[in-house]
């Protein structure tokens, strides 16, 4: 991968870990369909966190994380399951979750084109790092593919 493609990923990566993207309680509010009143109830049991609040901002922020978390538990809340359960089941998907962004973080080498694919390079396949495994998308289904090391691969993007 070139010197430009490099300092993009290794941006983009930075950008992910940084998990700045908030929202007050009304847009929470909106866009899950959860009163704020609920809202401020589920971070009163604990089942949801907001983010600290700084000296200049006071009021509640609330992660993107916690976004999503709130989506899952009114969804199964929908279901018929109890506040509790619901919790119970968002931290076991929010565990889920966070062992699929560190995979992502450290699996994710950046994309390349091979064979007339634009691939994601994956990372190295072997303990001796001797070969570097790729996966890419065609008729939408995904296929891996097992590389040599290479370090002039053919066209990185």
């Known amino acids: 991968m070139n010197n430009q493609n490099e300092l993009f990923f290794k941006n983009f990566k930075a950008q992910i870990n940084k998990h700045q993207f908030t929202v007050g309680i009304s847009d929470l509010a909106k866009t ?12 009163q049991k604990g089942y949801i966190h907001s983010a600290k ?12 994380g916690t976004l999503m978390r709130v989506h899952f538990i009114k969804a199964m809340l929908d279901e018929g399951f109890t506040l509790a359960a619901a919790a119970q089941m968002a931290s076991q998907r929010s ?14 080498q950046g994309m390349e084109e091979r064979e007339g694919h634009h691939m994601i390079n994956l990372g190295y396949f072997d303990e001796a790092h001797t070969k570097v ?7 939408e289904t995904v ?3 097992v590389f040599p090391e290479n370090k002039t691969n053919d066209a990185a993007f």
């Not at 000296?55 to 509640?60: I, P, V």
């Not at 565990?95 to 994710?108: C, H, P, T």
Request: charged residues 20%.
């Open 143 to 145: 296929h891996y593919r």
């Open 133 to 139: 495994l790729y996966c890419y998308i065609a008729d």
């Open 53 to 64: 609040a700084t000296e200049k901002n006071t009021t509640h922020r609330f992660s993107y």
């Open 95 to 108: 565990n889920q979750m966070e062992m699929m962004r560190i995979f992502v973080m450290n699996a994710f």
């Open 32 to 43: 899950t369909g959860v009163s704020q009143t609920q809202l401020r109830y589920w971070e």
